[in-house]
């Protein structure tokens, strides 16, 4: 049965032409059932962040295999693999290993069992709700494919499986532990997300932005508390981080220009233990999106500006104005290098057909991946793009009948993985090949 999957995979991601010309469909069909394999595996074992051991000693010994030099232990649990095959550009190709602390809903045969408690004592399943099972297993098909192909392309390949990218601190371990120096630094760095907005085996791009900046902002609104039936003699956190909420709304919709996109949204409000006391401080959890620099400090600096405004205004002495903390670990906006994005939207286009390869807008979602760039953006040029990941018949019901899709990070979080993964694998190993060609290519 599940060869039969693969095969109806396979043939709907099939088009007639010059992409078949090269093999790489083929050869990554044959494939198919090992990977899938692995993904049934990966899916039904996932670590939280910063934890990957199982994982990473997985994955590090398939490219062991392959013939590659690895590398384990970089920033945490990370692996380097190497393939160096002559003279020629370097590629880093990437994939990320984390799950989240989510009880799997799917029904799936493989679905997760694992259970977690965290450090505040939290119990928890934990899932691959964002699809990372699929990443890793494409960039293995990808290694696969180049590490037979070594007559077809001359450079160095650096494929890196990153720890902790859901907490937004992977890619920066990484670096920090050495990644373009103690390795070869890449000329071009490319990754790829499920999306769970689009149907299996689209290939979408933004031209630059792709992902936010992600900054979370922690608010201690304080006070002086008392009973509930004498709110004159206090200077009550509740009524003023109530205003401080409000306020912060007027950043978005009152002072940045309509066309730039950016979110503040207040997630958590905590205060008060008790009908009739008036408590002594309320904390206040953020998220602040935005894409460029000007926007994000725009942004933070309102958000300190407006709380300690209202505090002023509830007439609070300077010993009692609110502490604003933006917290460390903020993820920089994803952006990718508009001409490679454009001239890898090409090939892609060429190899999928014009249907399949559609440029999208970017989201608001966070992605540390923007930091191999940012790390040297004068010398590695960048591009993550997504692959659908929504079985067609539900998409197109939906489209229909207006039914809402899980989205990422939700607990039925089910992917059409064996599409995915045949059509990230299969763009990964295309665009490496066109990057590095052999003498005389291209």
């Known amino acids: 049965m599940l060869r039969k999957s693969i095969l109806l995979a396979f043939a709907a991601l099939a088009m007639p032409g010059s992409a078949q010309a090269d093999g790489l469909r083929d050869a990554l069909a044959a494939r198919m059932p090992d990977l899938m394999t692995l993904y049934r595996d990966l899916h039904g074992h ?9 994982t990473a000693k997985k994955l590090a010994t398939r490219m062991h295999a392959l013939g590659f030099e690895v590398t384990g232990g970089v920033g945490g649990t990370g692996v380097v693999a190497l393939l160096r095959n002559g003279e020629g550009p370097t590629v880093l190709l990437r994939a990320d290993m984390d799950g989240l602390p989510v009880t799997e809903q799917t029904g799936l045969p493989f679905a997760s069992k694992e259970r977690v408690t965290s450090s505040a004592g939290v119990e928890s399943g934990v899932m691959h709700a964002c699809g990372h099972d699929t990443h890793m297993t494409a960039w293995i098909g990808a290694a696969q494919l180049l590490a037979a192909r070594k007559g077809d392309w001359s450079g160095t390949l650096v494929m890196i ?3 902790g990218e859901e907490v937004g601190l992977g890619a920066k371990a990484m670096l920090d532990d ?3 120096t103690r390795f070869p630094k890449p000329d071009y760095a490319l990754a790829f997300h499920d999306a769970a907005e689009y149907p299996a085996g689209m290939i979408g791009y933004s031209p630059e932005y792709a992902y936010a900046n992600v900054d979370s902002v922690d608010i201690v609104v304080r006070g002086q508390g008392g009973h509930g039936a004498y709110p004159q003699t206090t200077k009550d956190p509740i009524v003023l981080a109530s205003a401080i909420v409000m306020r912060l709304q007027t950043l978005v919709s009152r002072e940045l220009d309509p066309v730039e996109p950016a979110v503040v949204t207040v997630g958590s409000f905590h205060a008060g233990t008790k009908h009739n006391v008036i ?3 309320a904390r206040l959890q953020l998220t602040v999106r935005s894409y460029n ?3 994000r400090k725009m942004l933070l600096d309102g ?3 407006i709380a300690r405004g209202e505090a002023i205004a509830a007439g609070l002495p300077e010993e009692l104005m609110p502490q604003v903390t933006v917290l460390e670990g903020s993820t920089p906006a994803a952006s990718n290098t508009p001409a490679f994005a454009k001239d890898m939207a090409a090939l892609f286009t060429a190899r999928f057909g014009k249907d399949r390869v559609r440029q999208v807008p970017p989201v608001m979602a966070g992605e540390d991946f923007g930091r191999y760039r940012l790390a040297d953006p004068e010398h590695v040029q960048s591009l993550i793009f997504w692959v659908g990941g929504v079985p067609q018949a539900r998409y197109d019901v939906a489209r229909k009948s207006g039914e809402s899709l899980p989205s990422l990070h939700s607990a039925f979080w089910a992917p059409d993985a064996e599409t995915v993964i045949a059509t990230a694998a299969e763009a990964l190993a295309a665009a490496a090949l066109d990057l590095m060609p052999a003498a005389g290519g291209r």
């Open 46 to 54: 996932p670590e939280l962040s910063m934890q990957e051991v199982r």
């Open 161 to 163: 499986a990153e720890p």
């Open 178 to 180: 050495g990644l373009y």
């Open 279 to 281: 408590p002594g401080e």
């Open 293 to 295: 620099a000007e926007t």
């Open 303 to 305: 958000i300190a500006r």
